[in-house]
């Protein structure tokens, strides 16, 4: 592709970019496919002669996006809505043109020196001490096994040489991310050395349970290695009780990881900075800001007090990435399973410099507000209920009917492509999930999209009465 033809496409995508996003109210969020349609319309070989960009472009926009379920539209509210913000948009360009590996030092120096320096920023907004080391894994889930793999080298160095050593444990809550359980498995601890420990009324890990659950593998001759705490848990946001699991965790000295996955950022708005309360024990914790702080997929951060036992779960020290500068820089792949690394930290700084700390704080707040917007607009009409305590900016609802219309009012509202939700079981019954974190997501969106949750409900209630 030559300079000029680049220069072209460039403007084009650009601008279709743009477009996009002034009108992107206009796109459905949920396609209207079926499993196949997408895959018919393609080719089934890759063409054997080059194509030119602008037919490329015209599939893209003709075949690909139809099919696609819109993740940053103001109206996606299913699993934890995110946003890939224009400032994020504009990084992950210049990320991909430069194409820089952020696997050593050496490798692409200002992409280690930026993640460091982004990392400790994004300490300072969420109050945390110099003692936390940061560092950008893609996901929440490959964060937490990194995590788990430090436990297990903190407890049991043994495994590094020898291999899984039986009886070690690790503890979640029922309602602990399944990745942490996933993170085990991979692991080698084995499901059957996972305990899935009961929750309160409010959906949070019960302590007195936990540490029932030590004692009685301590009695058994297990380790207890790794307890998974969780503040926004996935199902219904539930913000553990971290000061009494830590309490625990040191009891028997267990590693403590936080999954602050999704919550984490909300920590960074003054009044909600109890939420890392009893953070500062914990040997680990990590926030995604790829779910709630506005940057675009991939990005999550893990903090952690103990970055030497990370280095000696993972690290390995090959002649071909031996550079001068070992011992006096940071070789973030010596922190994780992965060599090469994406410069993940540009972005994050576009998006923390773009919208400074008062900019990020007033988003955020908007957002927890919207989310009791809506949680009034459930509550004043009797004929639904909110399922759960909305603590941070997501809206656990039920129809007040049976779990079968419930299912049937969430796959209308979604078939609507008007607003996409996702659901849950809350003590046995089914709920719908109404999740708020999109920056383009306003008061005047929540309130139409709350009149098509009505309207839903009602058109369900004719056809049942009809068919009754
Ligand atoms: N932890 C929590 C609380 C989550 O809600 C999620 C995903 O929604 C994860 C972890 C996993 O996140 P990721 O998709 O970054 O692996």
Redesign the pocket.
């Known amino acids: 592709m030559s300079p000029e033809e680049f220069r072209q496409a460039a403007h084009e995508h650009s601008e279709w970019i743009t477009k996009y996003m002034e009108d992107v109210r206009e796109f459905p969020v949920v396609p209207k496919v079926q499993p196949g349609d997408v895959t018919a319309q393609l080719p089934a070989a890759a063409p054997e002669y080059g194509e030119p960009i602008e037919q490329i472009f015209g599939d893209f926009q003709t075949k690909i996006l139809p099919g696609l379920t819109l993740w940053n539209h103001p109206h996606f509210h299913a699993?934890?809505s995110n946003s890939a913000s224009p400032p994020s948009v504009l990084a992950e360009y210049l990320t991909a043109a430069l194409n820089v590996n952020a696997m050593l030092w050496k490798s692409s120096p200002a992409a280690t020196e930026l993640e460091q320096v982004t990392l400790g920023w994004l300490r300072q907004w969420l109050r945390l001490d110099a003692k936390w080391f940061g560092i950008i894994y893609d996901?929440?889930?490959?964060?937490?096994m990194q995590a788990i793999g430090a436990a297990r080298e903190w407890i049991a160095p043994e495994c590094r040489t020898r291999g899984m050593q039986p009886g070690l444990t690790v503890y979640v809550s029922e309602h602990t991310?399944t990745?942490a359980e996933k993170a085990a498995i991979t692991l080698g601890f084995g499901q059957d050395n996972v305990r899935r420990i009961q929750l309160d009324g409010q959906f949070r890990m019960r302590p007195e349970l936990l540490e029932q659950a030590i004692q009685a593998d301590l009695a058994a001759g297990k380790r207890p290695c790794c307890i998974v705490a969780?503040i926004?848990?996935?199902s219904a946001s539930a913000i553990e009780d971290v000061p009494a699991i830590a309490d625990i965790a040191e009891r028997y000295k267990a590693w403590l990881h936080v999954?602050a996955?999704?919550a984490g950022p909300a920590a960074i708005v003054p009044e909600m900075s109890h939420l890392l309360d009893g953070v500062e024990r914990a040997q680990s914790f990590?926030l995604?800001p790829?779910?709630w702080l506005y940057v675009s997929m991939?990005c999550?951060v893990l903090y952690t007090t103990m970055p030497e036992v990370f280095r000696r779960a993972s690290s390995l020290s090959a002649e071909i990435l031996k550079t001068p500068e070992d011992g006096r820089v940071v070789n973030f792949n010596d922190y994780g399973v992965q060599l090469g690394r994406r410069f993940r930290a540009l972005k994050l700084w576009y998006v923390m410099r773009y919208y400074g700390l008062e900019g990020i704080v007033a988003m955020l707040r908007e957002t927890l507000r919207l989310a009791q917007v809506l949680k009034g607009l459930v509550e004043e009409d009797a004929d639904f209920e909110v399922a759960a305590p909305v603590p941070l900016s997501l809206v656990c609802f039920r129809y007040r009917s049976s779990d079968e219309v419930n299912r049937q009012l969430l796959a209308d509202i979604n078939a609507s492509g008007k607003l996409f939700l996702s659901q849950t079981v809350l003590q046995g019954k089914f709920v719908l999930r109404f999740a708020i974190g999109n920056h383009q997501t306003t008061e005047r969106d929540i309130r139409e999209s709350w009149q098509l949750i009505q309207r839903c409900a009602a058109e369900l209630a004719v056809v049942q009465k009809s068919n009754a």
């Open positions: 699993w934890f996901t929440a889930s490959v964060s937490v991310h990745s969780s926004g848990s996935t999954d996955a999704y990590v995604n790829h779910k991939d999550s």
